[in-house]
C-alpha cells in the first residue's frame, strides 16, 4: 500500500501587524495627566469652594466691603482642587495676596499714573516679589494688577484682603473633617 496523503501545506508566511490609524490616533489623544479625583472627594471640593466663597460675599455684604474679588475666587481653586501644592499653603495664600497688593500700591506710587503699563509692571513685580519672599501664589499677581486699575484706599483693601484669605486658609483646614480621605491641610503654616 502507497501512501497517497500529500504533504502538509507550509504555513503562510506571516505578514508584519499592520499600523492601525484608530490605535496612534488613541495613544496621541490618551492624557497623561492625574487620573479625575473620586467622587466624594469632587463633591467635598465643590461643598467646601461654595461655603468659602458664598462666606466671602455674606462677610463682604455685611461690612459693605467686596471680600470677593477675582483673585481670591482662583485662590479658592487651587485650595480646595490642589491643596498640596505649595502655591495653596496658608504662608504662600495670605503672604502672596498681600506681598502682592503692596508691590501694586508700590508700582502706583512710583509711576504715578494708572495705566495697563503699569498694571502690567505691578504683576510682573508681584511675581518678583513673591519669589524673594517664597510666598509665590499664583493668583496674587492678579491683586497687584487691581490695587493699580481700580486704586482701592490702601488701609481698608489691605484689612479686607487678610480678611478674605484668612478666611479661605480657615474653611481650607475644614475638608479633611468633612472627607477623612483628602489630603491634610495645611502641610505647613509659615
Given at each position: 500500500m502507497?501512501?497517497t496523503?500529500t504533504p502538509?501545506t507550509?504555513p503562510p508566511?506571516?505578514?508584519?501587524?499592520?499600523?492601525?490609524?484608530?490605535?496612534?490616533?488613541?495613544?496621541?489623544l490618551?492624557s497623561?495627566a492625574?487620573?479625575?479625583p473620586?467622587p466624594?472627594?469632587?463633591?467635598t471640593n465643590t461643598?467646601t469652594?461654595?461655603?468659602?466663597?458664598?462666606?466671602?460675599?455674606?462677610?463682604?455684604?455685611?461690612?459693605?466691603?467686596?471680600l470677593l474679588i477675582?483673585?481670591?475666587?482662583?485662590?479658592?481653586?487651587?485650595?480646595?482642587?490642589?491643596?498640596?501644592l505649595?502655591?495653596s499653603?496658608?504662608?504662600?495664600?495670605?503672604g502672596g495676596?498681600?506681598?502682592?497688593?503692596?508691590t501694586?500700591?508700590t508700582t502706583?506710587?512710583?509711576?504715578?499714573?494708572?495705566?495697563?503699563?503699569?498694571?502690567?509692571?505691578?504683576?510682573?513685580?508681584?511675581?518678583?516679589?513673591?519669589?524673594l519672599?517664597?510666598?509665590?501664589?499664583?493668583p496674587?499677581?492678579?491683586?497687584?494688577?487691581?490695587?493699580?486699575?481700580?486704586q482701592p484706599?490702601?488701609l481698608p483693601?489691605?484689612t479686607?484682603?487678610?480678611?478674605s484669605?484668612?478666611?479661605?486658609?480657615l474653611?481650607?483646614?475644614?475638608r479633611?473633617?468633612?472627607?477623612?480621605t483628602t489630603?491634610?491641610?495645611?502641610?505647613?503654616?509659615?
Amino acid at each position: 500500500m502507497t501512501n497517497t496523503t500529500t504533504p502538509p501545506t507550509p504555513p503562510p508566511p506571516t505578514q508584519p501587524p499592520t499600523r492601525r490609524p484608530t490605535r496612534r490616533l488613541t495613544q496621541r489623544l490618551t492624557s497623561k495627566a492625574p487620573p479625575r479625583p473620586k467622587p466624594t472627594t469632587i463633591l467635598t471640593n465643590t461643598l467646601t469652594a461654595t461655603l468659602a466663597l458664598t462666606t466671602l460675599a455674606t462677610l463682604g455684604t455685611l461690612l459693605h466691603q467686596p471680600l470677593l474679588i477675582p483673585p481670591l475666587a482662583a485662590t479658592a481653586a487651587l485650595l480646595y482642587g490642589a491643596p498640596q501644592l505649595p502655591l495653596s499653603q496658608p504662608r504662600n495664600v495670605i503672604g502672596g495676596q498681600l506681598i502682592s497688593a503692596l508691590t501694586g500700591y508700590t508700582t502706583l506710587t512710583l509711576t504715578g499714573t494708572p495705566t495697563p503699563y503699569t498694571a502690567a509692571l505691578a504683576g510682573a513685580l508681584a511675581l518678583t516679589t513673591m519669589t524673594l519672599t517664597r510666598t509665590n501664589h499664583s493668583p496674587a499677581a492678579a491683586t497687584a494688577i487691581i490695587t493699580t486699575t481700580t486704586q482701592p484706599p490702601t488701609l481698608p483693601f489691605l484689612t479686607t484682603l487678610t480678611l478674605s484669605t484668612l478666611t479661605l486658609t480657615l474653611i481650607t483646614t475644614l475638608r479633611p473633617k468633612i472627607d477623612p480621605t483628602t489630603p491634610t491641610y495645611p502641610q505647613y503654616w509659615w
